[in-house]
Structure formats: structure tokens, C-alpha cells
């Protein structure tokens, strides 16, 4: 059976769907009863991934106007979730960050994925555990790559 590789990376794709979707959803009951909305969620998340940002920063990666931005932020530092700081060079220059509390909130949603892999990975033979290494292995690899410019080797 010959398959070229746009049908392997359909292939790969439907099976991580199915996996995702067979997957019950196990959300953190602390972000059931949080009050954030799905804005504040993802400016967190842009702070995880990107670490002190400045608000333009901020609003360009979320995709909406500044004082959107700002009047979400402020919202997130009264909840104690992001810090707000100005930088001594220009005091007009606003760097936010995601406070110890926030951090937190953050860690807890990324223990639950974790969770969720143990739990994926739990009752594969030694030898399917060492393929999937070695796939995850791969990926890493490729990220990395792409990361450090270098596409790699796209066969």
C-alpha cells in the first residue's frame, strides 16, 4: 500500500482526533467555578508561553484593539492573576506578567494534560512505550529545528 505524505499527515491527524474526542473530559474543578473569561484565559496563556510582554505585544498576539487589551489586564490584576509594571526607561511602556497566583492557575491546567498522557500512555507494552518515545522524540527534534530556523529534512 503506497501512501504519499500528505495522506500520512491526514492519517496521523484523524488519529489524534479520535484519541482527543475518546478522551474524557476531565477539567480542574477550580476552572469550573473560575470566573475568567475566555479573553483573560488567553492573555494568561500568552504570558505562560511568552513570559513578560508588553501590552501591544499582548493585544497583537490575541488579535484585538490595545484598550481591549488593557481593560481585560486590568481585569486580571484586581483578580491577582498578571502583575503590571512600568519600565524604568519609559514609564509609558507597560510589561505584564503572570503573578505566582496566575502561574499557578497556569500549572494546574498543564498537570491536568499531563494527567491526561500518563493516563494514555498507562497499559502500553514496554516495547509500544519505546516507539512512542521514539516518536515524541522525533517531534521534539522537529520542533526544535523549526525553532532554530532550520527546517530539517521535509522528504
Given amino acids: 500500500m503506497t501512501t504519499d505524505r500528505g ?14 474526542n475518546s478522551i474524557p473530559l476531565n477539567i480542574p474543578s477550580e476552572w469550573l467555578e473560575s470566573d475568567l473569561s475566555v479573553a483573560q484565559l488567553r492573555i494568561l496563556l500568552v504570558l505562560q508561553s511568552q513570559g513578560p510582554s508588553r501590552m501591544s505585544s499582548i493585544a497583537s498576539v490575541i488579535g484585538v484593539a490595545l484598550p481591549t487589551a488593557t481593560g481585560v ?3 486580571l490584576v484586581r483578580k491577582g492573576l498578571v502583575i503590571r509594571e512600568n ?3 519609559d ?3 507597560v510589561i505584564c506578567s503572570l503573578s505566582p497566583q496566575g502561574q499557578e492557575l497556569i500549572n494546574k491546567l498543564w498537570m491536568t494534560g ?5 493516563n494514555l500512555l498507562d497499559g502500553l507494552t514496554m516495547e509500544q512505550l519505546e516507539k512512542a518515545h521514539e516518536v515524541a522524540r522525533m517531534l521534539y527534534e522537529n520542533v526544535s529545528r523549526k525553532l532554530n530556523g532550520n527546517k530539517g529534512n521535509t522528504e
Fill in 91 to 93: 514609564r509609558r511602556v
Fill in 87 to 89: 519600565t524604568s526607561e
Fill in 114 to 118: 499531563r494527567f491526561q498522557m500518563v
Fill in 73 to 75: 489586564v486590568d481585569n
Fill in 7 to 20: 495522506e500520512l499527515v491526514q492519517q496521523i491527524l484523524k488519529l489524534s482526533e479520535d484519541i482527543y
